[in-house]
């Protein structure tokens, strides 16, 4: 992500600053001259991928446009823990006061990052790609979406308008996968990937007599999965997600699925230990 991708989020980055900052940094204001001007690195202090770091710089710009951002480390790098990723120099005051924002937005998509690249490591030399969900945090999407990429995986649908995905309650209401399928392929604008979610093997069978050009295995086993796999070979796009961790993951994808789908990528990563080594002058 570069600087000016970065300013793409300077919206969310203001809203950021502004339900931190509130009225003002009563504390730095206080302690800090304003004359003060200091120098600080990034740092990390535990081993894991970096991601996002031009959006988090970007803070430091709009608290302070004064204060100087230099990159040493690019995303997508697998860094260790000591390692300074960018130094900051100008006025303290704006160092401290977009320190926290920064930090957080810097350690949580890291964090992502780093959860991905252990499940890209875990399937390296197999046909299936790592992918994220739609399970991100409300107004994050892009930007964690951006973090899963970072950290090696690719992206699945980013929105409900990306893809026609029939899951297990429009089943429900509609009474079958065939009529399900059918509708969707009349109803969709343009021609949507139709995807179909199947709990057994039956409604695999089901999708594919339908003609969906994918379907997702939700919650099976490996064995199921590789059962399925036999029947869909060629026929149809093999997602397979649900209950997938980081010792399973690697028996899924050796039953040849296409791609192993993991919410835990995003909404079950733990934030990147990040600080700010300072020095005020």
Known sequence: MTELEATA???FLRA???EDVGGGDITTDAVIPESATATADVVVRVDGVLAGLAVALRVFALVDSRID???KIQDGTHVQAGAAVARLSGPARGILTA????LNLLGRLSGIATLTRSYVDEVRGLH???TDTR???PGLRALERYAVRAGGGVNNRFGLHDAVLIKDNHLAAVGGVGEAVARGRKGATGDPVIEVECDTLQQVTDA?????DSVLLDNMDAATIAEAMKMASGRAIVEASGGINLRTVRGVAVTGVDVISVGALTHGAVSLDVALDIVVR
């Not at 320190?99 to 920064?102: I, K, M, S, T």
């Not at 594919?208 to 969906?212: D, E, M, R, S, T």
């Open 9 to 11: 989020y300077d919206p």
């Open 16 to 18: 950021a600053i502004a």
């Open 69 to 71: 951002r230099d990159v």
């Open 99 to 102: 320190e926290r924002v920064a």
């Open 128 to 130: 299936a790609k790592i």
């Open 135 to 137: 399970k991100t945090t």
């Open 208 to 212: 594919l007599v339908a003609g969906a």
